[in-house]
């Protein structure tokens, strides 16, 4: 993590919120007793960042289930992903000190900054593959599986849940800007989620 001491802002700025996001998930959602173990790793030839936090707490499934019904660890990693989604709340939005918002925000930066995006918990892993340069604009979902992506259950099980990210120290907009757009998408996503929840049926 030396490198990033001779970084601008707009580059540390990224890497500072997704491990204090991701550390914050543990101690709040994992109830591991051993806490968080927090890996970071520097390519120079590609200049990238990456990053990995751990836990071998309750796992997404069993922390998702407290609010929701779900029935598998894939099912459950697409709810974390899901903005407005927590395991302490039923309400879309989730409370004051929730939201819901950190993993949509951490993948959607990856997303928006053409990097990837892994998280592995029980027998599932969802891997957000890199989005191509050809693409112009980028749309930042809220079903996690309508991105490009890749799936994978029945896995080697693992007690608790692991993240990863890459962050590319050639690639990215202003922070503020960053998390301008995400806040945008992350708000339209959970009014569409709550109009949907709420809808009245018609009678004809």
């Not at 890497?15 to 996001?21: G, L, M, Q, R, T």
């Not at 879309?92 to 592995?120: P, Q």
Request: with cysteine.
């Amino acid at each position: 993590m030396i490198p990033l001491l001779h970084q601008e802002p707009e580059q540390v700025n990224p890497i500072n919120y997704v491990i204090s996001e991701l550390v914050r998930n543990v101690l709040e959602h994992s109830k591991s007793n051993s806490s968080a173990i927090i890996s970071a790793q520097y390519y120079k030839k590609s200049n990238t960042i990456r990053i990995g936090v751990v836990d071998n707490g309750i796992g997404i499934k069993e922390a998702i289930s407290k609010s929701y019904n779900v029935e598998s660890d894939i099912d459950a990693i697409k709810m974390a992903l899901t903005p407005g989604i927590t395991g302490t709340t039923t309400n879309i939005g989730g409370t004051e000190f929730n939201a819901g918002a950190g993993l949509f925000f951490i993948k959607s930066i990856a997303k928006v900054n053409r990097d990837f995006f892994v998280m592995y918990s029980g027998d599932a892993m969802y891997k957000l593959l890199r989005t191509p340069a050809k693409n112009k604009n980028i749309i930042l979902y809220s079903n996690p599986f309508n991105d490009k992506c890749s799936k994978k259950e029945n896995l080697p099980y693992w007690q608790g849940t692991a993240v990863g990210i890459d962050i590319c120290l050639d690639r990215h907009q202003a922070f503020d800007q960053l998390l301008d757009l995400i806040k945008k998408s992350y708000r339209k996503n959970r009014n569409e989620q709550k109009k949907k929840r709420f809808k009245k049926p018609r009678f004809i």
